[in-house]
């Protein structure tokens, strides 16, 4: 099992920006891809962003792309979203993701998942 903990979410004026931060233990020592997606109220679930274990495959959602980072510390076993130009519509609850091999935007090949941290952008 691996367990994912996210944290950094909170509240952020429009334009301002976040770094979300996944820490994965349990068996986190394996080579996991990981991503993140999100949900905002009464919404589905969205890809947002994807890494594999070494940092060399990265797989965004287009919308985000150029707003949003992702990035890992595989010495941490903690992967990173930067979130910048933050709008309201960025609301969401975050959510933390890993699995062994998969790195793209479908939810269900994704193996683990953490608890989510809010973020909520004011305008």
């Known amino acids: 099992q691996v367990q994912l903990v996210e944290s950094g979410g909170g509240l952020v004026q429009a334009g301002g920006s976040l770094r979300l931060s996944c820490a994965a233990s349990g068996r986190a020592n394996g080579r996991y891809a990981m991503g993140w997606f999100r949900q905002a109220s009464g919404k589905e679930r969205k890809f947002v962003a994807a890494i594999s274990w070494s940092g060399r495959t990265t797989s965004y959602t287009d919308s985000l792309k150029g707003r949003f980072t992702i990035s890992r510390d595989n010495a941490k076993n903690t992967v990173y979203l930067q979130m910048n130009s933050l709008k309201p519509e960025d609301t969401a609850v975050y959510y933390c993701?890993?699995?062994?091999?998969?790195?793209?935007?479908?939810?269900?090949?994704?193996?683990?998942w953490g608890q989510g941290t809010q973020v909520t952008v004011s305008s």
């Open positions: 993701t890993a699995d062994a091999e998969y790195v793209g935007p479908i939810d269900y090949e994704y193996d683990y």
